[in-house]
């Protein structure tokens, strides 16, 4: 299960939101429902690499730097969100992920109108430990990514091609097999 985006409406304080630069070009948008690596137009695509701040103001990057990378975008109002980020946070906490890839998240489409208002609170409440971009009010970040519904996952291989992208509540057994499958190339 997903949601959609609806509406253009991002109403926040400046701190929820960040200053982001991509350098790169824009994914495919995310068709949805791909049951197969090979039904994704992103497929071997080189994601963009992209540069923002995390809610304390610290610089944070989306390099190829060999490291593959398992990003997240995640909206607070979302309650699929809201249900995953407890669970990867206790699989993160209990096993250390799969070594050799890095989670970081993004956070995007925030709405001070919207249910668990801020999302620096919503994850700061959940001990959330990956890196976190804030994405600006224009979901920049999620737009160059082809992002459409949350939570929205994008598993980049270590030279910064697209192995995998999902969205909807997963598992993390789901996440930890597609980790274990990615390349460390540089």
């Given at each position: 299960?997903?949601?959609?985006?609806?509406?253009?409406?991002?109403?926040?304080?400046?701190?929820?939101?960040?200053?982001?630069?991509?350098?790169?070009?824009?994914?495919p948008?995310?068709?949805?429902n791909?049951?197969?690596?090979?039904?994704?137009?992103?497929?071997?695509?080189?994601?963009?690499?992209?540069?923002?701040?995390?809610?304390?103001?610290?610089?944070?990057s989306?390099?190829?730097?060999?490291?593959?990378?398992?990003?997240?975008?995640?909206?607070h109002?979302?309650?699929?969100?809201?249900?995953?980020?407890?669970?990867?946070?206790?699989?993160?906490?209990?096993?250390?992920?799969?070594?050799?890839?890095?989670?970081?998240?993004?956070?995007?489409?925030?709405?001070?109108?919207?249910?668990?208002?801020?999302?620096?609170?919503?994850?700061?409440?959940?001990?959330?430990?990956?890196?976190?971009?804030?994405?600006?009010?224009?979901?920049?970040?999620?737009?160059?990514?082809?992002g459409t519904?949350?939570?929205?996952?994008?598993?980049?291989?270590?030279?910064?091609?697209?192995?995998?992208?999902?969205?909807?509540?997963?598992?993390?057994q789901?996440?930890?097999?597609?980790?274990?499958?990615?390349?460390?190339?540089?």
């Open positions: 299960a997903a949601i959609f985006l609806s509406g253009e409406e991002s109403i926040g304080s400046a701190g929820e939101f960040g200053e982001v630069s991509i350098d790169g070009e824009a994914l948008t995310w068709e949805g791909a049951s197969v690596v090979e039904a994704d137009s992103a497929f071997g695509v080189v994601a963009p690499q992209v540069t923002g701040e995390d809610f304390d103001g610290s610089t944070v989306i390099n190829h730097d060999g490291t593959p990378k398992a990003v997240v975008f995640l909206a109002w979302c309650s699929h969100c809201r249900a995953e980020v407890p669970r990867v946070q206790a699989w993160l906490d209990s096993t250390g992920g799969v070594p050799g890839v890095e989670v970081m998240s993004v956070t995007t489409a925030a709405s001070s109108g919207q249910p668990n208002w801020p999302p620096s609170s919503w994850l700061a409440g959940e001990n959330w430990t990956p890196p976190n971009i804030r994405d600006d009010s224009d979901r920049t970040l999620l737009n160059a990514y082809g519904s949350f939570p929205y996952w994008v598993f980049l291989n270590g030279d910064g091609s697209v192995a995998y992208r999902l969205s909807g509540e997963t598992d993390f789901t996440l930890q097999t597609i980790m274990q499958t990615l390349g460390a190339t540089g």
